[in-house]
């Protein structure tokens, strides 16, 4: 177990529908990262959030975008969904935003959209 | 533009026979480099990471890569296979230079592996 969690596990929606996805980090973490995994795509790094405000920004869809709480929590919101947004969406952790720390990925949310 | 390749797919080995897992990489400055592996179902577990100095790492169940610079490689070996180890195993390799995020990763397409009992 990583420490981070990712909820809901499973999601199946429609297309054209908007649906949000959570992610606890690690006790103490500041840190979070977004990625996608799809057949086609492979792992690919969507944003990250430090401390509550943007610092990397990577292939996110317009139609997609992420926040950071206060409580450190960071949810990814999908719109417009399309087939091929089906994927798994991994969330990462890390102390800090610098090379010396460790991510630590949640097990990770799958999303069908039929 | 940085980018990483694991020209194998799909690898079988007999149990306890030695693995060898490919890793290319593209990067013009010295790379962070990592191996991780992803079980069904699962999340991913970093394997082991490279920054500098020894250029042969040790890693988490047994495992160890060795970075050659002169090839753009880091592969990823164990000398006694389990069949535990069935898995997918991602090359990554991290954004930005020197300090930048362990967690901005370009990661390869997988290398799939199979254990034969």
């Known amino acids: 177990d990583s420490g981070v969690t990712q909820t809901p596990k499973h999601l199946i929606t429609a297309t054209g529908q908007r649906v949000t996805l959570r992610c606890s980090p690690r006790s103490g973490d500041l840190s979070v990262y977004w990625y996608q995994q799809s057949l086609d795509q492979g792992l690919q790094f969507l944003i990250q959030y430090y401390n509550g405000e943007e610092r990397a920004k990577g292939n996110i869809l317009e139609r997609f975008s992420a926040q950071q709480f206060p409580d450190l929590h960071s949810e990814l919101n999908l719109s417009s969904l399309e087939l091929g947004d089906s994927a798994l969406y991994f969330c990462?952790?890390?102390?800090?935003?610098?090379?010396?720390?460790?991510?630590?990925f949640g097990q990770g949310t799958r999303l069908t959209v039929v | 533009a940085q980018s990483v390749t694991q020209p194998d797919i799909h690898i079988t080995v007999s149990e306890g026979a030695s693995l060898e897992l490919r890793c290319n990489y593209s990067y013009g400055a010295t790379p962070y480099l990592f191996w991780y592996v992803q079980s069904p179902g699962q999340g991913l577990q970093l394997l082991l990471k490279y920054f500098s100095g020894d250029t042969l790492v040790q890693g988490i169940k047994g495992f160890e890569a060795e970075f050659k610079r002169s090839q753009s490689s880091f592969n990823l070996r164990k000398p006694s296979v389990h069949w535990s180890d069935a898995a997918e195993y991602f090359c990554?390799?991290?954004?930005?230079?020197?300090?930048?995020?362990?967690?901005?990763?370009?990661f390869g397409k997988g290398t799939k592996l199979s254990v034969k009992p």
């Open positions: 990462a952790s890390s102390v800090s935003h610098r090379g010396n720390t460790e991510a630590f």
């Open positions: 990554a390799v991290a954004l930005g230079s020197y300090g930048g995020s362990q967690g901005n990763l370009i």
